[in-house]
């Protein structure tokens, strides 16, 4: 990713994301399921609005790259925002990430549920 | 409608009682119909999000572009089948780099619905070989018709495009729902018969 030319707004990201182009953890997927922890506990003064946006948004149940479409910003910085958020305890990661290809249980059900559309 | 990604939009959050989410990617060139497909599908709004690319790997005329950084939008949408479970369709264009921009895209995928279209079967190529080259994705071959193009054979299609034995083929115009959840169908049919012969034969 850091080939000579890439400039994905470096001085931009590198701030929003407090000096890190890299998610904390890397099962994140655009299609992974998040959802705002409803503890009642507040997120420190020191977080950004883009934390406080993401919060907000994910009140309910969406998907990392829906959140990225609502807040205009890019799935990849969204995902450093979510691996903050999710170790401070305020996010929550609903859906388990499938590798390789999914199983076939889940894959029946899928069918099941096109055809029942 | 426009995708009006620009505009500000209340979140569509869904079912409380979702928690599990799969994929499919709809794959294809330019305007062959891969934004259609999805919006006929999707229960919400389509969505667009957006990576930045140097020009120079995109392919577009770096003369027009003086910072040679440009974005690579991706379409997708979304229908939530059974109760528990959101099945997300991701548009990207054919070639790896525009996967690549989005980690872990085409991991995890139920396969690749590749859209063709028959006027212009070459640039189908590439996204085959891509996808047969750098991917065990199951794929299902979608030939949208299009008011002006040449109505071929499926058969023929299949032939034109040297597709492995198995591979289904379906056609239609994907801007009516029945045709884009049969497309859909085809390919999740098909990844399921594969996945079960991998089982037997392991």
């Not at chain 2, 500000?8 to 794959?27: E, N």
């Not at chain 2, 115009?173 to 079960?196: F, K, Q, S, W």
Request: proline letters at 6%.
């Amino acid at each position: 990713m850091h080939s000579d030319g890439y400039r994905d707004h470096p001085v931009r990201s590198y701030v929003l994301t407090g000096g890190r182009a890299h998610p904390t953890r890397n099962t994140l997927r655009p299609e992974t399921l998040l959802r705002a922890v409803d503890d009642g506990r507040e997120l420190p003064g020191t977080a950004g609005r883009h934390e406080r946006a993401l919060l907000q948004t994910c009140r309910g149940t969406l998907a990392l790259a829906e959140l990225a479409a609502y807040l205009h910003l890019p799935v990849s910085l969204v995902a450093v925002l979510v691996s903050d958020l999710v170790d401070g305890g305020y996010l929550a990661v609903l859906s388990t990430p499938v590798h390789d290809l999914p199983d076939t249980d889940l894959l029946e059900e899928v069918l099941d549920g096109l055809r029942g559309l | 409608m426009g995708s009006a990604a620009s505009e500000p939009r209340t979140a569509q959050h869904l079912a409380p009682t979702v928690d599990r989410s799969v994929k499919v990617l709809v794959v294809g060139a330019f305007g062959v119909g891969k934004t259609t497909l999805i919006r006929a599908v999707s229960e919400i709004p389509m969505l667009s999000t957006e990576e930045s690319i140097t020009t120079a790997s995109v392919g577009v005329d770096p003369r027009r572009d003086e910072k040679r950084t440009t974005t690579v939008a991706m379409d997708f949408g979304r229908v939530t089948v059974g109760s528990d479970t959101a099945l997300y369709l991701f548009g990207t264009p054919g070639q790896r780099r525009f996967w690549d921009l989005w980690s872990g895209l085409a991991d995890g995928a139920v396969g690749a619905l590749v859209m063709v279209d028959t006027r212009d079967l070459a640039q189908s190529f590439e996204v085959l070989d891509q996808l047969e080259e750098h991917t065990r994705l199951p794929v299902a071959v979608v030939v949208n018709e299009f008011p002006d193009s040449p109505r071929h054979a499926l058969d023929e299609v299949r032939a034109a495009l040297d597709l492995p034995k198995g591979t289904p083929v379906v056609s239609g115009d994907v801007r009516g729902r029945p045709r884009a959840v049969e497309a859909l169908t085809t390919l999740v049919a098909h990844a399921l018969e594969l996945r079960r012969a991998e089982g037997v034969a392991a």
